[in-house]
């Protein structure tokens, strides 16, 4: 494989879950997967998930890891808020050439590939891309304080706020509602629980909640449409029209399908491939560009 290196690039996708570092040779892609990798909410972690993803890699494919290092790379992370935080990744890590971004050009790019349209990714944070006449739009992305909406850690935490609106008989209690009660230890539990939860940990109750929207729970269902709403209200500002094509990613986002209006469910498509695809396609891209520059 060291013979291909001349051809090989570098990918890295890292969000609120996980890191996926992938290498590419133009013939054959590899790929291993480590922790959660958000810089704004852990910077140090998240680059010590890449550092050890590039190790794992380096084994995976018997080569140096030296070697990794000096190859073109484009790394798309969830929590690089701007040129301050992108000049900090840069530093940290030791690429000979590196293209860093946040994690939504990468998503877009991967969902849609060459069509227009609009993506509602929605894993453990959520943001929403654009890709309309080769003209590129972002928004969201802000964190889980500010923004993140119909996101994993927001239908989480929606749902435990909804919960104690049961135990003040502001709604009626459902199922999910009792068993949230039951596995927190009360009212008192979820407060304890959400006073030091993060993101990925809010996050891990969205599962539930999608689970008992599937039986009917009104506080379930609830959620989930308060989440859809905001995805469709969303997308049309995105510049989206009718006819192109809706891509909902993320952990959760396919979850919110069935909750959109009718007028938007003929749009919605199955994405091309994945956020670490589009991470693929645009370390190639960033390595043609260099190839021009020194050419």
């Known amino acids: 494989m060291s013979d291909?290196?001349?051809?090989?690039?570098?990918?890295?996708?890292?969000?609120?879950?996980?890191?996926?570092v992938a290498l590419d040779d133009g013939r054959l892609t590899r790929a291993i997967e480590t922790g959660s990798a958000n810089v704004s909410t852990d910077f140090d972690g998240a680059v010590a998930q890449m550092i050890e993803g590039m190790n794992l890699l380096a084994r995976k494919v018997?080569?140096?890891?030296?070697?990794?290092?000096s190859l073109p790379a484009f790394v798309g992370l969830a929590g690089v808020t701007g040129?301050?935080?992108?000049?900090?990744?840069?530093?940290?890590?030791?690429?000979?050439?590196?293209?860093v971004e946040d994690d939504r050009p990468a998503a877009l790019?991967?969902?849609?590939?060459d069509r227009d349209g609009v993506v509602a990714h929605c894993g453990t944070g959520s943001f929403f891309a654009a890709q309309i006449r080769d003209v590129m739009r972002l928004a969201g992305g802000w964190g889980p304080v500010l923004g993140d909406r119909a996101s994993a850690q927001w239908v989480g935490?929606?749902?435990?706020?909804?919960?104690?609106?049961?135990?003040?008989?502001?709604?009626?209690c459902t199922p999910l509602a009792?068993?949230?009660?039951?596995?927190?230890?009360?009212?008192a539990g979820i407060v304890r629980f959400a006073s030091r939860a993060r993101p990925v940990d809010f996050g891990a109750l969205a599962p539930l909640v999608t689970d008992y929207a599937g039986k009917g729970d009104a506080l379930a269902l609830g959620?989930?449409?308060?989440?859809?709403?905001e995805i469709a209200a969303l997308i049309p500002q995105m510049g989206w029209v009718p006819g192109q094509a809706i891509c909902l990613t993320g952990g959760i986002g396919p979850h919110f399908m069935q909750f959109l209006p009718a007028a938007m469910l003929a749009d919605?498509?199955?994405?091309?491939?994945?956020?670490?695809?589009?991470?693929?396609?645009?370390?190639?891209?960033?390595?043609?560009?260099?190839?021009?520059?020194?050419?």
Request: glycine share 10%; with cysteine; aromatic share 2%.
């Open 4 to 20: 291909s290196l001349n051809n090989a690039i570098i990918a890295i996708d890292g969000g609120g879950t996980r890191c996926r």
């Open 62 to 69: 018997d080569l140096p890891v030296q070697a990794l290092w």
């Open 83 to 99: 040129a301050d935080m992108r000049a900090r990744l840069c530093a940290a890590l030791p690429f000979t050439a590196v293209r």
């Open 109 to 113: 790019r991967g969902a849609l590939g």
């Open 157 to 172: 935490r929606e749902a435990l706020r909804a919960t104690l609106d049961c135990v003040d008989d502001l709604q009626e």
């Open 178 to 187: 009792n068993r949230l009660l039951s596995e927190m230890g009360g009212s």
């Open 223 to 229: 959620v989930m449409a308060t989440g859809a709403s």
């Open 268 to 295: 919605v498509a199955a994405p091309q491939g994945s956020p670490l695809d589009g991470a693929l396609t645009l370390a190639r891209e960033f390595a043609k560009e260099i190839a021009h520059e020194r050419s």
